[in-house]
């Protein structure tokens, strides 16, 4: 227990927080139970390591980081250490990779049981499906996502300036006044925003590495561990699995032949369908649906879920209205319901807004749509710049 206690003290003093995560205030931190989802490479060690600085000293006996990538639980059980800790005055356990250990979801139970006392913080990977597939959490379990950088945290990052959450309504309400309360602090706004489109939304563009190689390398790590792992495919079929993603990035965004694909990677069209759901649940692309539908049916579109993905997988397809809408959605997917478009608009909103995303001023202004536009700084009446949906989270 000494090992892990100075392990978590040396990751809270070493862990460099560059900028506190809105979900941070979204989480309902009462719940004894509470499992953090994401991606891999969007944060999700940081995130516990900086509630840990932020609510105890280094060196308190109270909270600690554990990770299950250590042998040790090859040994024993979360129950069994959760225990130990909690016996010797132990309150919140923060269990990173929680997929890591057999059987992770009974002894996550055990634990709500045997020690109402404890409140237990993991991170697990967004293919988890924590309620549907692990029934003996429900109702037990708070369970949130933990996004890559918007791009209003980006701009922190770059500028110092802490700026402030909208709301679609807000900004759609209201885009004109908040646009002149953000850029006197932020100078060269749309140089900014390239680079973001191009690298921000992953906090591992901070580090002295390359940032194309890490990404391709985290995203074999989503297929190889994350995909497989827990949805226990086999290894051999990882080939077809990559050969389908390749072939959805060059194609995207479009609507998916699901025999052509199928035909491609030699396998059923289920089988597809199956995998295309798995690559969502991953964050690697994200499924758009006309309005009413929704899987298992055809996709209207397949995009990749963010536009960082289309610089790294095949840079040398690289349009501009392409990355354009898949920042749009990326920016919206999580809180609101996007749904394709007819002919003449990209995307329609919650079900009510028509939005098409712009890269240049439209030449007959059809007051029915909402223009985000990628050219402007700032927008009037209808047409909004694009940029402005980063600040919804």
Not at 191 to 214: A, C, M, T, V, W
Not at 267 to 280: D, E, F, G, H, P
Not at 386 to 391: A, I, P, R, V, Y
Request: aromatic content about 14%; proline content about 4%.
């Amino acid at each position: 227990m000494e090992t892990f206690f100075r392990t978590h003290a040396y990751l809270v003093q070493h862990t460099n927080v560059p900028v506190r995560r809105a979900l941070m205030d979204e989480i309902d931190w009462s719940h004894r139970l509470i499992g953090i989802k994401g991606s891999r490479g969007v944060g999700k060690t940081t995130f516990l390591l900086q509630y840990a600085q932020e609510n105890y000293s280094v060196h308190s006996r109270k909270c600690l980081y554990i990770n299950m990538n250590n042998f040790y639980f090859q040994g024993k059980g979360i129950a069994e250490f959760a225990g130990e800790f909690h016996a010797m005055g132990g309150q919140v356990l923060l269990i990173d990779q929680i997929f890591k250990q057999p059987n992770w979801s009974t002894e996550l139970r055990r634990c709500y049981d045997l020690y109402p006392n404890l409140k237990i913080v993991f991170t697990g990977s967004s293919v988890m499906r924590l309620k549907e597939e692990n029934p003996e959490l429900n109702g037990i379990v708070a369970s949130y996502n933990l996004r890559g950088f918007s791009f209003r945290e980006y701009l922190y990052l770059q500028t110092g300036h802490k700026l402030p959450i909208f709301s679609l309504s807000e900004i759609l309400s209201n885009h004109e006044e908040i646009v002149r309360s953000i850029l006197p602090k932020v100078n060269t706004l749309l140089k900014h925003f390239q680079d973001y489109i191009h690298h921000g939304y992953y906090p591992f563009f901070l580090e002295k590495r390359n940032f194309s190689e890490n990404l391709l390398k985290t995203m074999n790590m989503m297929l190889e561990v994350d995909i497989l792992l827990i949805k226990q495919i086999e290894l051999k079929y990882l080939s077809k699995l990559k050969k389908l993603l390749y072939l959805l990035a060059v194609d995207s965004p479009a609507t998916p032949n699901v025999s052509q694909l199928a035909e491609s990677i030699q396998t059923s069209r289920a089988t597809v369908m199956n995998y295309i759901k798995y690559l969502a649940d991953a964050r690697i692309i994200n499924i758009i649906y006309p309005q009413g539908e929704e899987f298992p049916k055809k996709p209207a579109k397949i995009m990749m879920h963010n536009s960082n993905l289309i610089y790294a997988i095949y840079p040398n397809k690289m349009n501009l209205s392409d990355i354009l809408d898949t920042f749009f959605q990326n920016a919206l997917w999580k809180d609101h319901k996007i749904n394709k478009g007819n002919k003449n608009v990209s995307f329609i909103v919650d079900g009510q807004y028509m939005f098409r995303i712009s890269e240049s001023e439209p030449k007959k202004n059809n007051f029915n749509y909402i223009y985000a536009r990628h050219d402007i700084e700032i927008g009037r009446g209808n047409q909004i710049p694009l940029w402005l949906f980063g600040f919804l989270y």
